[in-house]
């Protein structure tokens, strides 16, 4: 059987998916980052091995997060794609007339506005990342209650509870003097929703248009509480896809799909690569005040990429002269 | 007398040109670096914007090589530029270093001043007619960095080898900045179009054209804005910004002192939108994107400092303005963050945008 392969490697989760022809999702693999790339695709390579038994022939390769330079190194994959592209060609191949995609991620989130199947504005939030899946997981842990039933408490919460939202710090001090004055658990967590929502909207979609259909994904989205907040916000029915927490990796091996079909090849290593060793070194240039921070990284001992820096002098690999004497 | 002076994208090399030749010692502002930014978070308030923050931080870095009066420009407002001089000297005072600071205010207000100020950097004695020699070839010489930065915006989206028209900009400038008469200009000029026609190039491709408008340091200073030029031209786009270092003088000294209001065109168009000026280049901002819509541009990308006032009353404007016109508007808060990857996503998407838009266009007219 044909399948294509898409690759997300974010700040928190790292996923994989395959394809078929159709676009149909055939087995997907959801991984914590813990700040190894590098592993958490080797492990998630072997997981789908495991999860197909090998039967599935991949026939291209396409990678999107900020780890997608790197994930296309270990693993060969011939398209590369910024994550609010993916995000937003998943989105339109489950509903082709999708008008807003809100996506709340790990570390980030955004908004993409489409018309007629293309996207016409989106924005990423810049300076806060309150209300994105980190800070959720954290009160969630604080709370004591396990992530995936943190939404269901919203839910039964008749009298939500006024929570800060424009901070992470803030709304999480607002959140303990909230539970200090004895207001109910789950008033506060609506609340907390709420505020969130009202942040991301008046932060990342600030100006935006925002029209039905609206669709709802990333990690966040399987809090139903999040779901129900923007619900309300809006006023529109807020669509979560099934896969919704693996919709870049989708859209990453949907682009995959539409390369390889024009090009005719990949350059995929195999699942093999599970099992390379890869290691990264790193040092620091002293061509000019920058002092970048240069990665190497090695494979079997060889260097096969290498970034970090900002004049582009040691992108070329060629390049393996002494790290001194070499100006900007 | 050892003068220095703000780092902005190739004028460090003119402005040390004029002030060698007045008869002064000059101590050539070091590129900005990460070094420059940390000096400049160290002492400057925390919400002071980026470009304070950079030019604090050479003047430290300035300072420490044995300067010890900084020129500068001032303003009339009501961007916090205008104040920039007379905080940065108390700060550096402050901080035990010992200096004169001279503060070039726009000629149409402060004339008088103005020329006190500049009588300070002229130190030697020099006939009218030498005086106009000098400055001819400064200006010439800021014109051919200029047109040979608009080379690079031409070509570099069309190169075939990545990276071959940024080395060979760097090869020009430093030409460039060795000449040392108006004619050994004139004859580089032509080597610079001969290096730059040399360079292979796609044929037949139309790439997407964005305009760059903001705020003038972080659109002039390639440390301030990451590069954004070259990483779009990289990308397969062609670039125009708003601002050259050529407009920016005759807009600011010439036209203010015939009380000419400068770039006209630019904020007859903000009007419907702006009838008030609110200080800094936010008009100008609103105004050009309206010029690049006119144009036919495919997109535009707005560039502010973090906390930058006037740019922020142009970020609320311009969604209207992109609405109105049909063109697609970015806007990016740039502040002392020096990770690339953020931009790069965000500018890879933007890329994407325009140019699934452009087929749409063409699929619809065919």
Not at chain 1, 94 to 110: A, F, R
Not at chain 1, 120 to 131: I, K, P, S
Not at chain 2, 157 to 163: A, D
Request: charged residues 25%; neutral net charge.
């Amino acid at each position: 059987m044909k399948g294509y392969l898409g690759i997300d490697v974010g700040s928190v989760s790292t996923n994989l998916v395959i394809i078929d022809d159709d676009g149909q999702l055939l087995s997907k693999v959801y991984l914590r980052t813990r700040g190894q790339p590098i592993k958490a695709v080797q492990d998630g390579m072997k997981q789908l091995v495991e999860n197909t038994q090998g039967e599935i022939e991949i026939m291209g390769v396409g990678t999107t997060g900020s780890g997608r330079q790197l994930a296309s190194v270990i693993t060969g994959a011939g398209t590369v794609k910024n994550e609010i592209t993916t995000h937003a060609v998943a989105a339109l191949n489950l509903i082709p007339d999708v008008q807003t995609v809100l996506e709340i991620g790990g570390q980030d989130s955004k908004i993409i506005i489409l018309r007629d199947g293309i996207v016409t504005d989106f924005a990423m939030n810049t300076v806060c990342a309150a209300g994105t899946g980190s800070f959720l997981d954290q009160q969630a842990a604080r709370l004591n209650i396990p992530i995936e039933e943190f939404g269901s408490y919203a839910l039964k919460s008749k009298t939500p509870v006024r929570i800060a939202g424009r901070c992470a710090v803030f709304a999480e001090s607002d959140m303990i003097h909230k539970q200090q004055m004895g207001y109910n658990l789950e008033d506060i967590i609506r609340g907390l929703c709420q505020a969130l929502v009202r942040n991301y909207l008046n932060n990342v979609g600030k100006g935006k248009d925002i029209q039905p259909k609206v669709v709802f994904q990333g990690g966040v989205a399987a809090n139903i509480g999040m779901k129900a907040a923007f619900e309300e916000a809006l006023g529109y029915e807020v669509i979560v896809p099934q896969h919704h927490d693996v919709m870049g990796a989708i859209g990453a091996a949907l682009l995959a799909k539409d390369e390889v079909a024009r090009k005719g090849f990949t350059a995929f290593k195999g699942f093999d690569v599970s099992n390379v060793k890869y290691r990264v070194s790193s040092f620091e240039c002293k061509g000019c005040p920058n002092r970048c921070e240069v990665i190497n990284i090695h494979m079997d001992e060889k260097v096969i990429a290498r970034w970090g820096d900002r004049c582009n002098k040691w992108k070329n690999l060629d390049n393996n002269s002494s790290h001194q004497g070499y100006s900007c | 007398m050892k003068i220095t002076y703000p780092y902005v994208g190739n004028s460090h090399i003119v402005i040390k040109n004029l002030l060698e030749r007045f008869g002064n010692e000059v101590v050539v502002p070091p590129k900005p670096s990460k070094r420059t930014l940390s000096y400049g978070t160290q002492f400057a308030p925390e919400f002071a914007c980026v470009p304070f923050k950079i030019l604090l931080g050479t003047y430290i870095e300035a300072l420490e090589m044995g300067a010890d009066t900084i020129v500068s420009t001032g303003g009339v407002g009501p961007c916090r530029a205008g104040l920039y001089t007379t905080l940065q000297e108390e700060i550096l005072k402050d901080l035990g270093y010992d200096f004169q600071m001279i503060t070039l205010e726009p000629p149409g207000h402060y004339l008088k001043d103005l020329i006190a100020q500049i009588k300070k950097l002229i130190n030697r004695k020099m006939s009218i007619r030498e005086f106009w020699s000098i400055i001819r070839f400064v200006w010439e010489q800021l014109k051919l960095f200029d047109e040979t930065e608009l080379m690079s915006f031409k070509i570099r989206p069309l190169e075939i080898k990545k990276g071959e028209t940024t080395r060979v900009y760097r090869e020009m400038v430093d030409l460039i900045a060795s000449a040392q008469t108006v004619k050994e200009l004139r004859e580089i000029r032509h080597e610079v179009n001969k290096r730059f026609e040399n360079i292979e190039i796609k044929e037949n491709y139309d790439p997407i054209k964005v305009g760059i408008v903001g705020e003038v340091y972080v659109v002039l200073e390639p440390f301030a804005n990451l590069e954004i030029e070259e990483t779009l031209g990289e990308l397969g786009v062609y670039v125009e910004r708003s601002m050259f270092l050529t407009h920016y003088t005759i807009n600011n000294a010439v036209t203010d002192l015939f009380h000419i209001k400068g770039e006209k065109n630019v904020k007859k168009a903000a009007v419907p939108y702006f009838n008030e000026m609110c200080g800094g280049h936010g008009r100008e901002s609103v105004g050009h994107t309206i010029l690049y819509a006119k144009k036919g541009f495919d997109g535009v990308i707005h560039l502010s400092p973090f906390t930058c006032i006037p740019e922020i009353v142009a970020k609320s404007i311009l969604p209207a303005v992109s609405k109105d016109y049909n063109i697609s508007v970015l806007s990016i808060s740039l502040d002392e963050q020096t990770g690339k990857a953020g931009l790069r996503t965000r500018l890879e998407a933007f890329v994407d945008l325009l140019d699934k838009k452009r087929q749409k266009f063409k699929e619809r007219m065919a």
